[in-house]
């Protein structure tokens, strides 16, 4: 799936990419893991008939975090998906801070705080500003996160241009 795939240039340097594929959303789900939903990182998940941009990966070089790459990658997927005419962007937000507090909070109070304001979590954070929502934990997302604890925040971003192929089919009826 060439198009899910972005690369932000910067000096000649690679500084920032973005990995994605379309999926099925029903097959997977609020309990799903990374390697679940990508097909253990070979993409071989992506199918062209679903409706949902899953949003696998996302990294900006940390010297460069700031200067707007990886809004750049963000905007990039949401045209891409009122461009392809999906009905929403779905991915898992890593919880890098949770380790330092997960002897005194869920990762569920974890996230709250964030979105509240009371820890900066830079990932989640980020996201949020993207106009993502959090639609909850995702535990043992990427058990080999060690700062997250492998947890994940489940975020959405639903497209506002999103127009289904039949929206009245099936909704009318003659009445007699």
Not at 89 to 98: E, T, W
Not at 134 to 156: F, K, M, R
Request: with cysteine; glycine share 12%.
């Amino acid at each position: 799936f060439p198009e899910g795939q972005f690369v932000a240039g910067q000096g000649g340097r690679v500084v920032g990419a973005a990995s994605s594929l379309v999926v099925l959303w029903d097959d997977y789900g609020v309990d799903h893991t990374w390697q679940g939903v990508t097909g253990d990182g070979t993409f071989r998940t992506h199918d062209p008939s679903g409706r949902t941009l899953y949003g696998a990966e996302i990294v900006v070089d940390a010297r460069r975090r700031g200067l707007g790459i990886g809004r750049a990658l963000y905007q990039a997927r949401r045209a891409l998906c009122r461009g392809r005419n999906l009905r929403r962007i779905i991915a898992a937000g890593r919880l890098p801070g949770y380790r330092d507090v997960k002897d005194v909070m869920s990762p569920e109070l974890y996230a709250m705080r964030v979105i509240w304001g009371d820890i900066a979590d830079p990932v989640l954070r980020f996201q949020l500003s993207e106009g993502f929502q959090y639609c909850g934990v995702i535990h043992n997302y990427l058990p080999e996160d060690v700062p997250s604890c492998g947890h994940a925040a489940l975020i959405a971003w639903l497209n506002p241009r999103y127009a289904p192929a039949n929206p009245l089919a099936g909704t009318l009826r003659s009445v007699p």
